[in-house]
């Protein structure tokens, strides 16, 4: 079984570049702008589309991604208008890979078996949940593997090379390395310390690696290219649409713009690295 | 609806954390490493006589206990029912229960060689017992407490900081305990190497829920061996309030395989159990998953978190630990909760009749005992968990009375 995940990674390693992978949260600042932008994404330079699943209480993410959540709350998201966001995407897009990112307790609330019937139905790819580590694994990420979705799983500088197998045990799609220790956005990772632990996770993993928190330029993201198969922007693209808002905090002319304009320059960025060798 | 009951309340968690369906690991990845080390820390100091010598000496020396069992006399001619004891948790070092847990896991940290302790408080006794216990084993202490709760406890934030504790506010979310303790997670996800991360309740990912209610058990132990030589028999009812439970738990523990004996845990009903504004997650929530665990929660249909409310900052937290959740389904201990008000008239009727001022949470267990006591007989012998006392309530108390104290 290959997914949409699969075979985005596969063509990129063909080209010889690492993707760009971008988050932002669902419903933010609205279900009509965010599937703007959204739409957006893939012309601008997005290989792979992370979509944050809003919670009242993201325990591992920084400020940026919290107000992000609110904002979506507040302009009354929900777990239907999310799969509603996402087979919207998927009317006009059905190459470009989805990927649902959240906290479990929504899923669980709206049902594990339901949640992967519809999220597979709606033309989602892959999960990533934060608060279910391989200990969790029967809760969604076995379900989820058998509803063939990819279920990505986090490894962080505390996963050491005993703990990493289990770690990867079950992970498909990628692996999505957590560059600092700390909480999304937080801080700015030193390329020479991630490429070591990305080479790292290689040993133990065919699986491509990509990299996120606290990636906010283009000239950070080639640097972390040049050793990831992925890079991760999140932080930095909500606050993008937090910057474009008017007053009110609605959606303004210029939100789909500035995320599309950053996203631009992350691309670049990526297509400058040199990949350190040929694998 | 009939409930297969095991043979022993008292052997859980599994090796995974859960008590049924309940509770569970369920953090991110940077954490688990830390929270399995912590595990094996726990495993290997509660086998070694040498911690329990050291606790034993602490609790004794410098807590103060055992607390005492003391008769109610006024309040059980008051009532004319059940004869009333209250276990004076409000008398050790600090001014509740709290100490108890923290003493133990301070130990713990100072075994693990970590030099910098987190923790998460509402209404502020256990960062004030965390704060206490850092100063005295010379380790550094960040609290973070919710600014609503920042303001309605003005006395113990002032006591934190007399004790060289950092009090860090939190203004994200609600503001109030559960925010608080995301913002503990997100130091600790942060801080990995040198900080250990004191959870003041019987809730978190395992194996708090399991740890702080081992240290806990004090309470209930003592109690044992207390009613006996006042009584020479065991007590016929339990109760105590509920919050995540961390004192309900330590009384009831012990007692829970005498099956005779009947247990009532009291949640905050804030305005009412039909308003939105109460923190009675078995009375109004459902299983969910939050803070490391799962448990009963209060949220909405689409699995949000609901703000708790309670005039009690201490129970104002919208889940309840995990162990409570499984005994609850059990059925072996029985759940109720009290309004704002009804913990307000056990306030001052238990600080006019027995020269004792509890803490708003404790209240809210004497106000059921107001209902039930009188339909016992009087050789019905009923312990109330006095789990802490009620200086720090003072302002609050004043402002919801209008200063009819």
Known sequence: ?279 | MTVLQPNSFRTGPDERGHFGIYGGRFVAETLMPLILELEKAYNAAKTDPAFKTQMDGYLKNYVGRPSPLYFAERLTEYFGGAKIYFKREDLNHTGAHKVNNVLGQILLAKRMGKPRVIAETGAGMHGVATATLCAKFGLDCIVYMGEVDVERQQPNVLRMKALGAQVRPVVSGSKTLKDAMNEALRDWVTNVTDTFYCIGTVAGPHPYPAMVRDFQCVIGNETRVQMQEAEGRLPDSLIACIGGGSNAMGLFHPFLDDKEIEIYGVEAAGHGLGTSLHAASIAGGRPGVLHGNRAYLLMDDDGQITEAHSISAGLDYPGIGPEHAWLNDMGRVKFLSATDDEALAAFRLCSRLEGIIPALEPAHALARVAEIAPEKPTDHLMVVNLSGRGDKDLDSVARHLGGRL
């Open chain 1, 1 to 279: 079984m290959t997914t949409r995940i699969d075979r985005r990674f596969a063509a990129l390693k063909a080209e010889g570049r690492a993707a760009l992978v971008t988050f932002l949260m669902a419903g933010d600042p609205d279900a009509e702008a965010c599937l703007a932008i959204v739409k957006a994404l893939p012309a601008a330079g997005a290989d792979v589309i992370e979509l944050g699943m809003p919670f009242t209480d993201p325990m591992a993410d920084g400020p940026a991604i919290q107000v992000a959540g609110q904002r979506a709350l507040k302009a009354g998201q929900t777990m239907v208008k999310t799969l509603g966001l996402v087979r919207a995407f998927r009317q006009s897009d059905d190459a470009t890979p989805i990927v649902l990112m959240g906290y479990y307790n929504p899923i669980y609330i709206y049902g594990v078996e339901k949640f992967l019937v519809d999220a597979k139905a709606a033309g989602v790819d892959g999960l990533i949940v934060v608060d279910l580590p391989p200990e969790e694994d029967e809760e969604l990420c076995l379900p989820a593997l058998k509803a063939g979705l990819n279920f990505i799983r986090l490894a962080t500088p505390t996963t050491d090379d005993k703990r990493l197998p289990a770690v990867l045990n079950n992970t498909s799609g990628f692996v999505y390395y957590v560059s600092i220790t700390g909480i999304t956005g937080a801080a700015t990772p030193d390329p020479s310390k991630v490429n070591a632990a990305v080479a790292r996770i290689k040993r133990h993993t065919k699986l491509p690696v990509a990299v996120g928190f606290g990636v906010r330029t283009g000239e950070q993201a080639r640097a972390i290219a040049e050793g990831a198969d992925g890079v991760v922007v999140g932080s930095a693209l909500v606050d993008a649409v937090r910057q474009s808002l008017d007053a009110d905090g609605k959606a303004t002319a210029r939100t789909v713009a500035a995320v599309t304009d950053l996203v631009a320059q992350l691309s670049a960025g990526i297509h400058g690295a040199k990949k350190a060798a040929a694998e």
